[in-house]
Nanobody, 118 residues
């Protein structure tokens, strides 16, 4: 079975940095698009950043210049480097990936908590 596992969340002060990691394991043929989502407390889930298999990245406006998404295809891993964190970045961050095995479908990780204090 395919599994996504996030790590790297924690509690930081405003202006601090964190690096999130998401590792895909299992019977994987190829990983196409990979994404990071987040869900702030009391709010709906939102897309934060995406990266294609070729390394092309996209971001929502609120994180441009502060967050960087990258991937290591050999390790089946996607990263989210978060700099100059703000209290409004506080959320559970989820990894999402479209993975081709015997079929192609999306998978979700369980999430990792990021808390930014004022």
């Amino acid at each position: 079975q395919v599994q996504l596992v996030e790590s790297g969340g924690g509690l930081v002060q405003a202006g601090g940095s964190l690096r999130l990691s998401c590792v895909a394991s299992g019977s994987i043929g190829a990983i196409n698009l990979m994404r990071w989502y987040r869900q702030p407390p009391g709010k709906q889930r939102e897309l934060v950043a995406s990266i294609t298999s070729g390394g092309s990245a996209n971001y929502i406006d609120s994180v441009k210049g502060r967050f960087t998404i990258s991937r290591d295809n050999a390790k089946n891993t996607v990263y989210l480097y978060m700099n100059n964190l703000r209290p409004e970045d506080t959320a559970v961050y989820y990894c999402n990936a479209y993975i081709l095995t015997e079929i192609g479908r999306t998978y979700w990780g369980q999430g990792t908590q990021v808390s930014v204090s004022s």
